[in-house]
């Protein structure tokens, strides 16, 4: 089983670059999650959705879009980079979004210049 | 405001001790609090679950404690490894915002010969 895989692993964009950070997990869960991860900051939640056709805000959603395209997909979309979004992005995935451990993927280090 | 607070500086021990990790919450009614594991480079894996009504939880090796009056879950390894040495998240629900799960910034621990 991969379990939660995102691509890319690496990426460097320029100021004002658009990109979409693919997730998707193998193991048929319903809720799914965007985290980013900055030093002295912990994990922070950006969008989740917790179940298939529907997404929400998390903490720190300006600047992001999502979309669930089916069960196994959700992508985090950033229109226009900026240097405060240079971060560790993770996806995560659970069965249902009530007391269930989260499973992540290794993650996706994004560095904006 | 809302915290979750876990000790910055890394906690260094050495193989065969005990390691305690402290994770103290403010204004938090949490449903559950969990524990997770986060190696370089890697997301987070999820280790142990404590709801709100128990006391403590133990699986193998691996011990944690939830005071709800002192807000504040203990996180024991006992026997530690070197290969136990990791940052430790600890994460939890807030009662009736179900799906946001929020993280603490970690722990290092670093076991040593």
């Known amino acids: 089983n991969a379990g939660v895989t995102q691509t890319p692993k690496f990426q460097v964009l320029k100021t004002g670059q658009s990109m979409t950070l693919q997730c998707a997990q193998d193991m048929n869960h319903n809720s799914m999650y965007w985290y980013r991860q900055d030093p002295g900051m912990g994990l922070r939640l950006i969008y989740y959705?917790?179940?298939?056709?529907?997404?929400d805000k998390g903490e720190v959603p300006n600047g992001y879009n999502v979309s669930r395209l089916n069960k196994r997909e959700f992508s985090l979309r950033l229109e226009s980079a900026a240097p405060s979004q240079t971060s560790v992005y993770f996806c995560a995935s659970t069965q249902s979004s009530y007391n269930s451990p989260l499973h992540f993927g290794n993650g996706t280090r994004l560095t904006v210049t | 405001s809302q915290k979750i607070e876990q000790n910055s500086e890394a906690l260094n021990i050495q193989e065969g001790k005990t390691a305690t990790l402290t994770c103290n919450y403010t204004?938090?009614?949490?449903?559950?609090l969990q524990w997770y594991r986060q190696d370089p480079g890697r997301g987070p894996v999820f280790l142990l679950l404590i709801r709100e009504n128990e006391k403590e939880k133990r699986k193998e090796r691996l011990k944690v404690t939830f005071d709800t009056t002192l807000k504040q879950s203990l996180f024991h390894i006992t026997a530690s490894q070197p290969a136990d040495s990791a940052t430790y998240l600890c994460a939890l629900l807030n009662t009736g915002t179900a799906s946001k799960l929020t993280f603490g910034t970690g722990t290092r621990l670093q076991v040593t010969l």
């Open positions: 204004n938090y009614s949490p449903a559950y």
């Open positions: 959705s917790a179940s298939e056709g529907t997404t």
